[in-house]
């Protein structure tokens, strides 16, 4: 078992109730890992207590990337939520921590 920060890095940007983050691989070999595993039910599964609305994955093998938008995650934007982790970048280090079978 490895950790998903073991192998990739996280860049996240949130606009309004949507969540946009990208799971980058370090070494070109570990994006097929991340194909596999970082799925939309996983994704789903590391922000249920946040309840997740409509999730979207993109690959970007060109990148060695994927991309998640997440929708109604920011309890309604970050200027409107009593969260005190409402930033999308809070949530993408919940996903990086998410358990991986070695490749």
Same mark, same amino acid.
């Given at each position: 078992m490895i950790l998903l920060y073991d192998i990739?890095?996280?860049?996240?940007?949130?606009?309004?109730n949507?969540?946009? $983050?990208? $799971?980058i691989a370090y070494a070109p070999q570990d994006y097929s890992t991340l194909v596999?595993? $970082?799925t939309v039910a996983r994704i789903r599964a590391a922000l249920a207590d946040?309840? !997740?609305? !409509?999730?979207?994955?993109?690959e970007l093998p060109n990148l060695g990337a994927l991309n998640f938008v997440i929708d109604d995650v920011l309890d309604g934007g970050v200027n409107?939520?009593?969260?005190?982790?409402g930033h999308g970048?809070?949530?993408s280090f919940r996903i990086l921590a998410m358990e991986l079978d070695q490749a």
């Open positions: 990739a890095h996280a860049r996240a940007g949130d606009k309004g949507r969540l946009n $983050v990208s $799971v596999k595993q $970082v946040r309840n !997740p609305g !409509p999730i979207e994955r993109y409107a939520s009593l969260n005190l982790d970048k809070c949530l």
